[in-house]
């Protein structure tokens, strides 16, 4: 297995939190590489692990986990004490680093939500005991798998009602299924008609206890708050039916971050926000104060050419030099995540905005630094986050690149080191329930 892939985390040998990569300098990091032993090791302590990519290649991003924390907190004041908040930690919770960001919520959040089976077994893999709930996976023939690792499954069609059933019925146990129904998103759910028959289906079969409830909205971030209005009506039809058929003591859950801060009476037993976790929100019709930002994603300037005017720069003569330029080249590419189609993007250099010319290349994209004086190789670089009096947000990437936040934080690849940065600690209360 090669270093860039294994989700290896360091750990203090003493404390057990995560290393804050600025006690050893900028070439600490928190992804796996050879381990190394500290000075202070002993035979029996655990190896710190030394990413070397980052004392070769400086392209990073860091994470700032007590940013998430706080965030955390801030819904907590949002949704109050009564709800419970489950974090979702998804797509390596949204390109942040899953295990890293599992740790830092799972002293606060009432559990944490994954979407595949995969993603609930690294986090057991890596010791995270919360609770987890699967939230849409393909489950195969895994069943076993989601038993023996407590993870709790979101099911949205019989035949896994059977195969949960067959699996904990071998296993000798019973297991708590969430049901989950469509109510306008056309995607994963047992439909509303279709609902009354799946219950009395699952009821047949002794080893499945019906736990919970649940929905997905697909236009809570939407300008026309009536559509998600109305899809919240119709599960809670759905809730009405399941209590008439004698289901008692259901954990609902429904909303997402724009839901959990745009409808409260979308949230019910539990919230599941995702994005506004990690300080961003999925469009300005969802407006919640006092997040920030928890990614940075950074480089260093690697080679720096002055050329002349009409010289093309990067694949196919896109973008022509209109004066003499000097243009500086950085060692990040779409194979990092940045995105290849961007029109109009951006860089900070000592503060000041760079704008990226001509085509973004796999490993490499160019900058106009001919307004900055003094640029150098070697000169720090931000493609998101805040230099000086400037910020660069996730939110400007994806406008640049037409597509959303969403896809920028995920699309940041495997190959770029996540820097930790913060700590874990208790950022407030948490809810009422579980899963």
């Known amino acids: 297995m090669s270093a860039a892939s294994r989700l290896v985390y360091c750990r203090d040998s003493a404390s057990g939190e995560i290393d804050d990569p600025h006690d050893a300098d900028e070439t600490r990091a928190v992804l796996a590489s ?26 990073v991003a860091e994470i700032d986990l007590t940013a998430i924390t706080d965030n955390f907190a801030r819904l907590r004041q949002t949704v109050g004490d009564e709800v419970a908040i489950w ?27 994954v979407s595949l089976v995969e993603e609930g077994l690294e986090l057991r893999a890596a010791g995270i005991r919360s609770p987890i709930i699967v939230l849409g996976a393909f489950y195969n023939q895994h069943q076993d798998d989601v038993l023996h690792e407590g993870l709790t499954p979101v099911i949205y069609e019989t035949g896994d009602l059977d195969r949960f059933a067959t699996s904990a ?55 026309d708050p009536q559509v ?12 009405d039916l399941a209590r008439g058929r004698g289901l008692a003591g259901l954990m609902l859950h429904a909303a997402n971050s724009a839901a959990a801060v745009r409808f409260p009476q979308a949230r019910l037993d539990a919230v599941r926000p995702g994005l506004a976790l990690y300080g961003a929100l999925p469009s300005a019709d969802v407006a919640l104060p006092g997040i920030r930002p928890a990614l940075s994603l950074g480089t260093r300037i690697m080679a720096l050419h002055d050329i002349t005017p009409s010289t093309p720069v990067s694949y196919g003569g896109l973008w022509r030099a209109s004066r003499p330029s000097r243009i500086a080249t950085l060692p990040i590419g779409y194979a990092d995540g940045y ?34 004086p003094n640029v150098g190789v070697g000169d720090r670089v931000t493609l998101i986050g805040r230099d000086g009096a400037d910020q660069i947000t996730v939110d400007d990437v994806a406008a640049w690149a037409g597509t959303i936040s969403y896809e920028i934080l995920c699309g940041i690849s495997k190959r770029v080191p996540r820097i930790y940065t913060g700590g874990r600690r208790d950022p407030g209360g948490a809810g009422t329930a579980a899963p």
């Open 87 to 113: 974090g979702v930690v998804k797509a390596d919770a949204y390109g942040h680093g899953a295990v890293a960001v599992a740790r830092a919520l799972e002293p606060s959040s009432n559990a944490l939500a």
């Open 228 to 239: 998600t209005i109305e899809s919240l009506g119709r599960f809670l039809a759905c809730v």
């Open 34 to 59: 050879s381990p190394r032993r500290s000075g202070g090791a002993t035979a029996h302590a655990p190896l710190a692990e030394v990413d070397i990519r980052t004392s070769i290649r400086p392209t």
């Open 339 to 372: 995105p290849r189609h961007v029109q109009g993007a951006m860089t900070l250099i000592r503060g000041r905005r760079a704008p990226v010319v001509g085509a973004v290349c796999m490993d490499m994209l160019m900058v106009d630094v001919t307004d900055i």
């Open 169 to 223: 019925a071998r296993l000798g146990r019973r297991v708590a299924v969430h049901l989950k129904v469509d109510t306008g998103m056309s995607r994963l759910g047992f439909s509303v008609g279709e609902l009354a028959s799946a219950i009395d289906h699952a009821r047949t079969l002794p080893s499945i206890e019906i736990a919970g409830l649940a929905t997905h909205f697909a236009s809570a971030d939407g300008s």
